[in-house]
């Protein structure tokens, strides 16, 4: 079974911290992908990576940035968190050509910004 | 610009009775069409999916959806529901050309016993 690991189940943060929300896959899927997850909106795409050191802005990539060092991590960083970041934050791998390929998810973050 | 619409951001139900959760896109190009479920404080999982060739799906759990290209909907129906169907839905899209899906945004069902 694939298996998406992130790091942190919740986290509470003060306005203007630097905050990682670090994401582990363990199946060698070259994409990866981090969503925001707000009630009513569904999930919104922030970034995603097709390969190590490859980055892709989503639709909301505002006060986020990411970081792919090696294929297996993906992570998001907020540079300094606001309260209108607070979310639950989910990642998700999958296989190039990925139609045929289910995204894999995370049991999420929840993000509390104070 | 593609979209996925959830008509419906809740849907409650009573146990044993039939279900139906709408979806319907926006796409100018060909789109493969997918539905997934997230259970309480897990992420999501994949409960079926379109890609081409019959236009009823069945997926997981018992449930199917069935595609209409000319009303551009992907509704997900169960005829008979559990309580362990209690969850969020979700909808979505992915372009042909791209590998970025794009969601809806969910449809709750309750569950009634």
């Known amino acids: 079974d694939v298996k998406v690991t992130q790091s942190s189940r919740y986290l509470v943060k003060r306005t203007g911290e630097k905050v990682f929300l670090e994401c582990v896959q363990d199946?060698?899927?070259?994409?990866m992908f981090w969503y925001r997850q707000d009630p009513g909106l569904g999930l919104r795409l922030i970034y995603f990576?097709?390969?190590?050191?490859?980055?892709e802005k989503g639709d909301i990539p505002e006060g986020y940035s990411v970081s792919r060092e090696k294929k297996e991590r993906f992570s998001l960083i907020l540079e300094s968190a606001s309260t209108n970041q607070t979310s639950m934050y989910l990642c998700?791998?999958?296989?190039?050509?990925?139609?045929?390929?289910?995204?894999?998810f995370g049991n999420g973050t929840r993000l509390t910004v104070t | 610009a593609q979209s996925v619409t959830q008509l419906d951001s809740q849907v409650p139900v009573f146990e044993e009775a039939p279900v139906e959760l709408r979806c319907n896109y926006s796409?100018?190009?060909?789109?493969?069409l997918f539905w997934y479920v997230q259970y309480p404080n897990q992420g999501l999982q994949l409960l079926l999916k379109?890609?081409?060739?019959?236009?009823l799906v069945k997926g997981i759990n018992g449930f199917e959806a069935e595609f209409n290209k000319s009303q551009t909907s992907f509704h997900l129906r169960k005829p008979s529901v559990h309580i362990s169907d209690t969850a969020e839905y979700f909808c979505?899209?992915?372009?042909?050309?791209?590998?970025?899906?794009?969601f809806g945004p969910g449809t709750s069902l309750s569950v009634i016993p």
């Open positions: 998700a791998s999958g296989l190039t050509g990925g139609a045929r390929s289910p995204l894999h």
């Open positions: 199946m060698d899927h070259e994409n």
């Open positions: 990576s097709y390969d190590v050191k490859m980055k």
């Open positions: 796409s100018s190009v060909s789109v493969y």
């Open positions: 379109y890609l081409s060739g019959s236009t």
């Open positions: 979505a899209v992915l372009k042909t050309s791209y590998d970025k899906v794009i």
